[in-house]
């Protein structure tokens, strides 16, 4: 497999002890799971730290899979440390989304596919919806929908810092007791031991306000840390099942639905002594807390919907949070602004079919909401205005604004009306 310079790797693994991981990690396999991955389609993945993008490696792939595949059943293969990225917090700061390269992730969906296959870590259970294989977050929300329709007090909160407070040795350890001699074990301790590689002072100071910590924790952006993160927390899902609450959790995500406010309020009680026995913690309650006590028939958040009240339907639905809506339609406006598009598209056509991407991406996230046909013309309209931008920006305005109807519905742009 071609890349372009030498990498900082992670140590192996003795593999003496185990197997060899023969049967996960056929051509075969490595193809469907390829073609399954985002990097496998249009809008692929970036470059890890060897700087091989998913074109280049898709453009030899079957040699690539074929060495990939050898080096990973010998024994020989290593993940290579991750690329940091830096996205901007809304409210001020950076989230670390943490990259391999191209042919680590595959190697690592590989892994997710074999293990959840059969539901080998035991994580099932009627509790946590993420990344657990059948289950999405509209069936977490249609869930939570239907619990609080006959329980309707709430509490809500998170787990603060969760994935960089993971104990790595602690993981190891319920790796090895979950599998025992499993041929994937070396590979799964190698993979929780993956750093993130900074080329600047800058970096490491967003590292380090970002709560990322050199030999700790489980760094996001890796396929396998949101099936990880559920092994972590397994007991203790089981724990707060079998004390009786109506509890679910979505990654790092708890919610909890009660009779009364002193029900949710012992719920929180026992989340606050169980998590803390793992080393990690929830905001105390508070009026500007994530941690909230909701009241019947008051709005509360859940993986991006507001679960509500709907009062001529004498029911509760979710619907699309309205900063939510308002923050959509002005990253579409800023994102395809003519400024912005020229670096990332090398033409109109390449422009074209990301945008009318952008209503079918955004109706797979929303198409629950109840308000989502309202605010699904808002959408495509703010796509038609986006190259409507484009096309002023090219053209100028006057030569846009003057053209017939037949004209403007060729372009895209037929219902936005011109100032």
Request: one cysteine or more; a positive charge.
């Amino acid at each position: 497999m071609t890349e372009r310079r030498e990498d900082p790797a992670v140590m192996p693994v003795d593999t003496a002890k185990y197997p060899r991981p023969s049967k996960h990690f056929t051509i075969a396999t490595a193809n469907r799971i390829w073609e399954a991955s985002r990097d496998a389609s249009r809008n692929p993945g970036v470059a890890g730290i060897d700087g091989v993008s998913a074109t280049q490696f898709s453009q030899n792939l079957q040699n690539n899979l074929r060495i990939l595949s050898r080096s990973v059943i010998a024994g020989s293969f290593r993940f290579k440390n991750l690329r940091p990225f830096f996205p901007p917090k809304k409210n001020g700061g950076h989230r670390v989304i943490c990259v391999p390269t191209v042919a680590d992730r595959l190697v690592q969906r590989m892994i997710v596919e074999s293990l959840t296959t059969n539901d080998r870590f035991r994580l099932v259970n009627d509790a946590s919806y993420g990344f657990i294989r059948g289950r999405s977050v509209r069936d977490a929300v249609a869930k939570a929908i239907a619990t609080r329709t006959n329980y309707e007090w709430v509490l809500k909160t998170d787990i603060e810092s969760y994935f960089d407070r993971i104990s790595r040795d602690e993981l190891a350890d319920k790796i090895k007791r979950k599998l025992g001699q499993h041929s994937l074990v070396p590979l799964l301790l190698q993979a929780i031991r993956c750093e993130v590689r900074t080329k600047s002072h800058r970096d490491r100071d967003k590292l380090a306000a970002s709560g990322v910590v050199h030999g700790q924790g489980l760094r996001q952006g890796m396929p396998l840390s949101p099936l990880l993160s559920n092994l972590v927390l397994g007991n203790f899902d089981r724990k707060v099942q079998k004390a009786g609450f109506r509890f679910l959790r979505y990654a790092d995500d708890l919610i909890v639905f009660g009779a009364s406010k002193s029900e949710v309020e012992a719920a929180f009680g026992l989340i606050v002594s169980e998590l803390e026995k793992l080393g990690h913690t929830v905001p105390e309650p508070g009026e500007k807390s994530k941690t909230q006590y909701v009241c019947p028939q008051k709005p509360v958040e859940f993986l991006g919907v507001d679960i509500f009240f709907k009062g001529e339907a004498n029911s509760y639905v979710c619907r699309i949070p309205k900063n939510v809506k308002l923050q959509i339609l002005t990253d579409i406006s800023e994102e395809y602004a003519y400024a912005n598009i020229v670096k990332r598209f090398g033409d109109l056509g390449a422009l074209a079919r990301s945008l009318s991407g952008v209503p079918a991406a955004y109706r797979n996230a929303y198409s629950h909401a109840d308000d989502w046909p309202a605010f699904e013309p808002q959408l495509r309209k703010e796509c038609s205005r986006a190259f409507l931008g484009v096309y002023e920006a090219i053209f100028g305005k006057q030569a846009i604004s003057g053209l017939e109807a037949k004209a403007r519905a060729f372009l895209g742009i037929k219902d936005i009306q011109f100032d």
